[in-house]
């Protein structure tokens, strides 16, 4: 399974880290320079959970990253589940 959140379809994205050399211009300096760059990737903060799932007496496995863990106890589990069928995933 991919790093992908399976109801906000959040997934990694690329992104830089800088590296940065001098004396900052309110410490009396001549500011800072960037002297490196280097490739990162920012990554959702995804987990896997099981919800019990009533309509079908049975536990369904979802990874979700932690906005859609918030929105699944808002508007409901059936819901969600219906959702994700609907767009023909296997829940």
């Known amino acids: 399974m991919s790093k992908c959140c399976q109801l906000t379809k959040k997934k990694p994205v690329a992104g830089?880290?800088?590296?940065?050399?001098?004396?900052?211009k309110k410490k009396k300096g001549i500011g800072l320079k960037i002297t490196g760059k280097t490739a990162r990737r920012f990554c959702p903060n995804l987990f896997k959970k099981r919800f019990w799932y009533a309509e079908e007496n049975r536990f369904v496995t979802l990874k979700l990253s932690v906005a859609a863990f918030r929105t699944?106890?808002?508007?409901?589990?059936?819901r969600i589940v219906t959702?994700?069928?609907?767009?023909g995933q296997k829940v």
């Open 16 to 24: 830089r880290t800088y590296t940065t050399r001098g004396i900052a």
């Open 72 to 78: 699944m106890n808002k508007v409901g589990v059936h």
């Open 83 to 87: 959702q994700l069928r609907s767009e």
